[in-house]
């Protein structure tokens, strides 16, 4: 595979990106276009298979990659894939936050551990890597990138769990940028669209129903990995040094007439 990259290609030459869930879909996407411009990488997932895929094809681009399987709900095995990191790559320059778990169910529906399975992934989990990462961002002067959804500001129906850790990882980014600012450390959070090919997409769009949500994106079509990996060179790279506490929405505009049609398409699926 080869990446466009408007970017100079030496924009991170020898620097370390660290990435939570960077082994499958929108994280890859990002972890490739870091890789086009120069950096090695740091990925963690769950599952060993996917972190050997995903690093075969970052090394082809050129990067060094460090591969840690490990739970973002154990602070501890992430605080210990940060240090092995930190070994084979220096200290991280940026951190993607960007593991997360979904599944679409009714409110009324949804028990109490499946609740609290996604706030804990991604909420949670996105506090223990920024809280295992803060030392070696200070010292970097790093700076942190959340991975949020058009569900932190826009009611989505079957999302109550998603909204509710969404918009608390919009919030903490914002409490973190002015607490961190200090140490040259920026937050800012990317609100993705729904993306081309990924498991978000997979496990939300209802069966047939692409084309309609389509027709209500201004822009007219899902977005793709590289239409956010390129985002988060930008909002990592100097470009964006003045810019902290920001949420950027990427979604062609799908947020502006709201979610209705979506409303719709997945309530007739689901009911
Ligand atoms: C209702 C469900 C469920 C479902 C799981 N649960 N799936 N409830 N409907 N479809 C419940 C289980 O019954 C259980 O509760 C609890 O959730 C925990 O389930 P486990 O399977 O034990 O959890 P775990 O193995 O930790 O897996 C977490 C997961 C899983 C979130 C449930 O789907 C996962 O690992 N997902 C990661 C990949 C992913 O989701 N990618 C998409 C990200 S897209 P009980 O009460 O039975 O114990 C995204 C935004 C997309 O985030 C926006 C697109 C526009
Ligand atoms: P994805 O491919 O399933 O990505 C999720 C990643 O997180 C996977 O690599 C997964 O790997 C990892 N992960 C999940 N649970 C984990 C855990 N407990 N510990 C460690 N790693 C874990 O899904 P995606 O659709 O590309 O979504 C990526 C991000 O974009 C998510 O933050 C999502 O909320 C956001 N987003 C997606 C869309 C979309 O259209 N897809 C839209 C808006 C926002 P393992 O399963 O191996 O652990």
Redesign the pocket.
Known sequence: MTITSYFAKDLFQGQTIFITGGSS?INLGIARNFAAVGANLGIVG?SQAKLAAAADELRALGAQVSTHSADVRDYAALETAMARCREALGPIQTLICGA??????AAE??????F???ID??LLGTFHACRAAFAQLRETRGNILFIS???AFMPYAFQAH?GAAKAGIDQMMQNLALEWGQFGIRCNSIA????EG????R???PEGGADRLKKMIPLGRFGTPDDIGQLSVFLASPLASYMTGARVVADGGQNLPGSGVWTQLIMAEMQ
């Open positions: 879909g769950r997360a778990g979904n599944f679409p169910c529906q949804i028990s109490p551990n499946g609290k399975a996604v992934i991604d959804a058009g569900q998603v993705p669209g729904p993306i990924t498991e978000g997409v496990r939300l769009v």
